[in-house]
Structures are given as C-alpha cells and as structure tokens.
C-alpha cells in the first residue's frame, strides 16, 4: 500500500493511501481494499482514501470557493450567524426541541482542544436537520444561499461516501457489509453529523517565529484532539498544517497536502471516537492538529471543509460483532487497551457502553471544548 507524509522524527511513518478502484466490483479489488483500510485504521487511524463515491475536484473546489466568499465578509455580518448549541440539554442529551443545533459561525478562541492555547480558526457549521424544508431554517448566510443546491448536494455525498466506507470498515472487522450502515440514517434524526467549512488565516508576522510551533506558543490553528463521531472526511487543498499522532512510536506524522492532479480527490479518512468505542479500541480514535506554521512560506490562509458522520442518536457505544473485536479484553473502559490514547480523558469514563448513546458521548465532548458552557435552560 503507498502512503506519503511522514513523521518529524525517527522512527519515521506515514499516512497509508488507501485506492477504492474496484471495490465491491470484483473480488481482487475488494479484497484489497478490506486489507488496505484494516491496516491503515490498526496501525494510524488516518488513510487517504481516492476513487471513492462521486464526489470530484470540482465539488470541492466550487464548496472551498463558497467559504473563501462567506468568511470573507467583515466580523459583524459573520457574527449574525452565531452558533447556539444551546438547544441541547445537556443532562439529557435531548433535544429541547426540533431545531436543536450545532449549527453556525464560530470565531477564534470559541472551540478550545487545549488548555491555554487559542485556535487560530474560524468555522462555520451546517446539520442535516438544519437543511430539512419541515423545520423552520435559519437565515443561512447569502453565500450559501446563492449556492443552496450545490452546497446540499455536497453535504448528501458527503454522506454516500462514508456509507462506502462504513462497508469497508464492517469487511474489515469480518463482519457484513451492511453492519455499520444501520448506526446513521439520513432519514432519521440528524445524530450530530455535520458538514463544517474551516478558515485557518495567516498568522500576523510579528507573532509568526520559530517559536510558534504548537508545543510553545499559547497559539495553534487547531489543537490536539480526537473527533466524536464515527468517521471525518476532510477535504484540503495545497495548504498543509495537519499533523497525527502516531501513538505506538509517539510521534508526530505529517499530513501533506493531497495531489490535486489527480482524477479524483484524495480524501483524508480518520476514525473517531464512535469507531474506538464500537471496536474496543481495535480501530483507534486517533489525535490531530493543526500546527501553526512555521516560517513565512508556510504561512498562508488555509481552507479546508470537514464532514463529520456520527450515529443518530439512540444508536449506542455497545461493541460491533466480529471475531477480532469479541476477543478484546474488557473492562468497561478504554483505557489499557493497546493504541488508547489516554491523554483524551472523554473516552476513559463510560462504565457501561451498551447504556451510553451517542448523542449523549456528543454532550460530553463538546461540554469540554467550547469556552461557553451548555445551559440546561438555555
Ligand atoms: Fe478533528
């Protein structure tokens, strides 16, 4: 299996490159495949992943084009689309009402991964639900609107292509095709998913040095984190930054930017926290971030878009079946597991998966990454 990037120290790894050419269409290719994505989430948690489902260059580059216009617009505009989680209790995990959301602009320093270091981000957030005609939309801003049908459409794919992939996963595990399919239905509620279109500005060239690595600066574009849901598409231009945490050899991989001549886009894959949960740690919840940059060549805007697929909501961390994940040892907790990431302490009090559901393990992540707390009035 290629891969490219590697890590900054030795001994070196890289992000594997996973080709779906094929797959589901002739034996050989699948097998592959199935091969490729079970040693790339054993061993990394990231792949590049090409060839897969419809989507093309010029989805992405007409959606990057889409945030360039919007976050473009001056602070006060971008602000009257301000988030509001708030609509979630948080005791609950219930929905206080339809329209919950987790949806709409969020300014630098609002999202924190990192005790003390401020994300050097901008983030607008889009949901399923919110896209729905029964529910009373909010006001998107006018970017969005003057590309409503091409924005919605990406948002769809973007959900077909991680159903490819949850195939590949369940073959992985030895388990049907169909296994995971059933854990998110676009059709039901909108299980936290979400489509999030992110601006990383250059950074002033006072405050740009060699000593604004993320390990010594109170600045990063994004900090270490894992993700909450089940998997992440990120889609990236020529701008780099992205760095994994190879956890075995503990060391930092690069994520370099995707070839953008290719015929089509290379997707960056990670498995998130569902995943972990769903695998007993077989497929880690792998750590990332966003490194500041380094020197002034570097140093530029960089635009990337996430879409985030979960579960919906009832759906719970109760292990997947599948031969390799019943013989995993289990204590109630991940931590111990071989791959855990123990820093991440979110993933280290679930006493009971098969009682925790997912909108609930959405509730207690992002209580501890937002600088506003939730409110169960609000
Ligand atoms: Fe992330």
Redesign the pocket.
């Known amino acids: 299996m290629p891969s490219i990037g590697e890590s900054r120290d030795a001994p070196r790894h890289s992000i594997p490159v996973v080709d779906l050419f094929g797959f589901e269409k002739n034996s050989a290719d699948t097998e592959r495949v199935v091969r490729d994505v079970r040693s790339a989430l054993r061993d990394v948690g990231f792949m590049y992943v090409t060839n897969i489902g419809p989507l093309t260059h010029s989805h992405v580059g007409e959606m990057i084009d889409l945030s360039r216009a919007f976050f473009a617009r001056d602070e006060n505009y971008k602000k009257q689309f301000g988030d509001s989680y708030g609509n979630m209790d948080v005791k609950t995990g219930k929905r206080k009402r339809a329209l919950w959301t987790h949806w709409g602009y969020s300014s630098f320093g609002e999202e924190r991964f990192e005790a003390n270091k401020i994300d050097q981000k901008e983030v607008f957030d889009t949901a399923k639900d919110l896209l729905d005609p029964l529910y009373d939309l909010p006001s998107y801003p006018d970017e969005f609107q003057l590309k409503w049908n091409e924005f919605t459409q990406f948002h769809r794919l973007c959900h077909e292509t991680t159903h490819v992939l949850y195939r590949a996963i369940s073959l992985s595990l030895g388990l049907p095709a169909s296994a995971l399919a059933g854990k998110f239905q676009w059709d039901r509620d909108a299980g936290g998913e979400e489509l999030r279109f992110l601006k990383y500005p250059q950074i002033p060239g006072d405050v740009l040095n060699e000593s604004a690595g993320t390990d010594q600066s109170g600045l990063v574009r994004?900090g270490m984190?894992?993700?909450y849901g089940s998997v992440?598409l990120?889609f990236q231009q020529d701008v780099g930054g992205l760095e994994v945490y190879h956890h075995p050899s503990s060391t930092w991989i690069n994520v370099p930017p995707p070839p953008q001549d290719t015929p089509r886009p290379w997707i960056v894959v990670?498995t998130c926290d569902l995943i972990e949960h769903w695998t007993r740690g077989l497929y880690c919840s792998t750590a990332?971030r966003v490194r500041m940059p380094r020197t002034a060549e570097e140093n530029k805007e960089r635009f990337s878009i996430?879409y985030f697929a979960h579960a919906n909501d009832d759906v719970t961390l109760e292990a997947v079946g599948g031969e390799e994940v019943a013989k995993r040892m289990w204590d109630g907790k991940l931590a111990g597991l071989p791959g855990h990431h123990s820093w991440n302490e979110g993933t280290a009090h679930v006493e009971d998966p098969s009682k925790v559901t997912a909108i609930e393990w959405l509730c207690r992540r992002m209580g501890k990454t937002r600088t506003w707390k939730y409110s169960s009035d609000a």
């Open positions: 994004a984190h894992t993700d992440t990120l990670n990332h996430a």
